[in-house]
């Protein structure tokens, strides 16, 4: 029996780069974009290993947390990409070919029959993606693949050439031909590629002799470049990505702000200026629920008002107040609970819950909360702040009814 093809997945990731600072870290839907390109090279069964070739050991370090997450550690490689290629002027096939290089000298015994090309910058990437540029070419018969987008526009050209300045690329400007009538465009989405490994080592570029195009969803054709596209990306997260929820098995504590996740982020002053907020019976059903699980809990604000406290004492919840460095108390918090930050679900709803966001593992934001925290944020609820969001979370975690026993389990 023929052995299945060694296919190696290859994702460049520098640390240095200068339309966005650290981008390869940069998150969308809560998830660092090295750690997105990871997942989708894991996902695909058509992939036997992949390397992260790197000059940054922070992204070696998330590229490692999202194979572990996914119990795929061992397929996991990262590679120290050497200063030579690592400058804004080296190029990916560079990048390619040190890290199969350094693949096959690992020892482990594999020469890769083909090697993919995939970019952290292209966020809403596949699996399917994944696995249609290298079946085109281990099975299909092509020696170079990549992923395009179907193109329905009219391309202008400007320049001084032609007589008035500009020129039709892909039709006559004179003949306005319908949709239908037009040849089939497509446009390079800079998301995957796959080459047959021995004719990339001859000749050293991603495009050699028959070269497949393997369709993707238009939809999520997007490559980050600038500040811009990174907010687009983030804008496009919830609806773009599947939405996984949380469960129990997820998560080994809750952190929860307060104002605008456990209230309407309204405040009612009295002519004494004592100060009242409105909670939600159900949150408090779900935060009692959590803690008879066995979650550690905290309630976790910047606010310095009575009322935090207050709350936190009906619940039966620690609690830190008063904080201006919200990510720095979470931080110590985690550190003296001995839990690791990527299993802390983090709930908020504003700017000042960004930087929790970026240390929570699930960084969740409520349905009333800002847009930068819903774009920011690894799942959403349908529930607004103060309206139940929490025991909307609680469900997730512990089921609808708000316990982790099956209705079948014997009475304790």
């Given at each position: 029996m023929?052995?299945?093809?060694?296919?190696?997945?290859?994702?460049p990731?520098?640390?240095?780069?200068?339309?966005?600072?650290?981008?390869?870290?940069?998150?969308?839907?809560?998830?660092?974009l090295?750690?997105?390109?990871?997942?989708?090279?894991?996902?695909?069964?058509?992939?036997?290993?992949?390397?992260?070739?790197?000059?940054?050991?922070?992204i070696?370090?998330?590229?490692?947390?999202?194979?572990?997450?996914?119990?795929?550690?061992?397929?996991?490689?990262?590679?120290?990409?050497?200063a030579?290629?690592?400058?804004?002027?080296?190029t990916?096939?560079?990048?390619v070919?040190?890290?199969l290089?350094?693949y096959?000298?690992?020892g482990h015994?594999?020469?890769?029959?083909?090697?993919?090309?995939?970019?952290c910058?292209?966020?809403?990437?596949t699996?399917?993606?994944?696995?249609?540029?290298?079946?085109?070419?281990?099975?299909?018969g092509?020696?170079?693949?990549?992923?395009?987008?179907?193109?329905?526009?009219?391309?202008?050209?400007?320049?001084?050439?032609?007589e008035?300045?500009?020129?039709?690329?892909?039709?006559?400007?004179?003949?306005?031909?319908?949709?239908?009538?037009?040849?089939?465009?497509?446009?390079?989405?800079?998301?995957?590629?796959?080459?047959?490994?021995a004719?990339f080592?001859?000749?050293?570029?991603?495009?050699?002799?028959?070269?497949?195009?393997?369709?993707?969803?238009?939809?999520?054709?997007?490559?980050?470049?600038?500040?811009?596209?990174?907010a687009?990306?983030?804008?496009?997260?919830?609806?773009?990505?599947?939405?996984?929820?949380p469960?129990?098995a997820?998560?080994?504590?809750?952190?929860?702000d307060?104002?605008?996740?456990?209230t309407?982020?309204?405040?009612?002053?009295?002519?004494?200026?004592?100060?009242?907020?409105?909670?939600?019976?159900?949150?408090?059903?779900g935060?009692a629920a959590?803690?008879?699980?066995?979650?550690?809990?905290?309630?976790?604000?910047?606010?310095?008002?009575?009322?935090?406290?207050?709350?936190?004492?009906?619940?039966?919840?620690?609690?830190?107040?008063?904080?201006?460095r919200?990510?720095?108390?979470l931080?110590?918090?985690?550190?003296?609970?001995?839990?690791?930050?990527?299993?802390?679900l983090?709930?908020?709803?504003?700017?000042?819950?960004?930087?929790?966001f970026?240390?929570?593992?699930?960084?969740?934001?409520?349905?009333s909360?800002?847009?930068?925290?819903r774009?920011?944020?690894?799942?959403?609820?349908?529930?607004p702040?103060?309206?139940?969001?929490?025991?909307?979370?609680?469900?997730?975690?512990?089921?609808?009814?708000?316990?982790?026993?099956?209705?079948?389990?014997?009475?304790?």
């Open positions: 023929t052995p299945p093809p060694t296919v190696l997945a290859v994702i990731a520098r640390g240095g780069s200068k339309g966005v600072p650290a981008k390869n870290l940069a998150q969308v839907g809560g998830v660092p090295v750690a997105r390109a990871v997942r989708a090279c894991l996902a695909s069964p058509e992939v036997t290993d992949v390397v992260v070739t790197t000059d940054a050991p922070a070696a370090d998330a590229a490692r947390s999202a194979a572990e997450a996914l119990g795929e550690a061992s397929r996991l490689h990262c590679v120290q990409r050497p030579a290629i690592s400058g804004d002027t080296a990916s096939e560079a990048a070919l040190h890290a290089d350094a096959e000298a690992m015994g594999r020469t890769a029959d083909a090697v993919l090309l995939v970019q910058t292209s966020p809403f990437l699996r399917e993606d994944i696995d249609g540029v290298a079946t085109a070419v281990t099975r299909g092509a020696d170079t693949a990549l992923t395009v987008a179907a193109f329905h526009g009219f391309v202008w050209r400007d320049g001084s050439a032609v008035d300045g500009t020129n039709g690329v892909n039709h006559d400007k004179a003949v306005r031909p319908r949709r239908q009538d037009r040849p089939q465009d497509h446009l390079e989405t800079g998301a995957a590629y796959a080459m047959d490994a004719g080592r001859t000749h050293r570029h991603r495009f050699f002799g028959r070269t497949a195009l393997v369709p993707t969803d238009p939809a999520r054709a997007l490559e980050i470049d600038d500040p811009h596209d990174l687009r990306a983030r804008a496009l997260a919830p609806l773009l990505d599947p939405s996984p929820l469960t129990r997820d998560v080994d504590a809750v952190v929860l307060f104002d605008g996740t456990q309407d982020d309204r405040v009612l002053v009295d002519s004494d200026g004592r100060e009242t907020v409105a909670v939600h019976r159900g949150d408090g059903l935060i959590l803690r008879k699980s066995g979650l550690p809990l905290l309630i976790l604000s910047t606010e310095q008002n009575p009322v935090v406290a207050a709350r936190a004492r009906k619940l039966q919840v620690p609690v830190l107040h008063g904080i201006d919200k990510d720095l108390a931080k110590q918090w985690c550190e003296e609970q001995s839990i690791a930050p990527d299993r802390v983090y709930v908020g709803n504003d700017v000042n819950d960004l930087a929790c970026g240390l929570a593992g699930w960084p969740v934001a409520v349905a909360a800002h847009d930068s925290v774009a920011a944020a690894r799942a959403v609820t349908t529930n702040g103060g309206f139940g969001a929490i025991r909307e979370i609680a469900a997730w975690l512990l089921g609808p009814t708000l316990t982790t026993e099956s209705p079948n389990a014997p009475a304790k």
